[in-house]
T-cell receptor, first 113, second 111 residues
């Protein structure tokens, strides 16, 4: 079964540092997403990406965040200057036919210290 | 009002029990509805879509009441492996089909 692959699985970073979370969506999917889940809270939408541009973003997705599809396979989330409150599990997802057929990656646990 | 509301539980049930979860959503323009399952510290996985006519998948039955903005999930003959958090998820009309998650209902099935 096709998978969405995320790396790293866990990243620890110091406050103020930049981090890049990486995702490889399923190859024939065209819609890409980032969600996050703070420990003990609900899964929250961050951003959607289609046709090489951001299609929608949430209030959480401020100027500190950016996304990129640098080549035909990777999809990245960059946090420019991490804050303690950015500590969360970040899930990448892709879909060929949203909202159906969403596949989530196994997540990157980001810990900001 | 929260966009998607669920009873957080936990529901502690013995194997073989029938358990029902409920969910309400606030946006009447919501178009698509789902139940996802999330194991501890894992990604959400689609359990089933929910249709107005109701739908069943083995031991799982989902119902949607658009008039009341209410979604339900019934699990029959609970197994130990059903222990997880069940997430009620809706998709808002328009946009690029982002999913809006409820906080989840935790189920613990014991022997």
């Amino acid at each position: 079964e096709p998978e969405v692959t995320q790396t790293p699985s866990h990243q620890v970073t110091q406050m103020g540092q930049e981090v890049i979370l990486r995702c490889v969506p399923i190859s024939n999917h065209l819609y890409f997403y980032w969600y996050r889940q703070i420990l003990g809270q609900k899964v929250e939408f961050l951003v959607s990406f289609y046709n090489n541009e951001i299609s929608e973003k949430s209030e959480i997705f401020d100027d500190q965040f950016s996304v990129e599809r640098p080549d035909g396979s990777n999809f990245t989330l960059k946090i420019r200057s991490t804050k303690l409150e950015d500590s969360a599990m970040y899930f990448c997802a892709s879909s060929a036919d949203p909202p159906y057929g969403y596949t989530f990656g196994s997540g990157t646990r980001l810990t900001v210290v | 009002r929260k966009e998607v509301e669920q009873d957080p539980g936990p529901f502690n049930v013995p194997e073989g029990a029938t358990v029902a979860f409920n969910c309400t959503y606030s946006n009447s323009a919501s178009q698509s509805f789902f139940w996802y399952r999330q194991d501890c510290r894992k990604e959400p996985k689609l359990l089933m879509s929910v249709y107005s006519s109701g739908n069943e998948d083995g031991r799982f039955t989902a119902q949607l009441n658009r008039a009341s903005q209410y979604i339900s999930l019934l699990i029959r003959d609970s197994k130990l492996s059903d222990s997880a958090t069940y997430l009620c998820v809706v998709n808002k009309a328009g946009g690029y089909n982002k999913l809006i998650f409820g906080a989840g209902t935790r189920l613990a099935v014991h022997p």
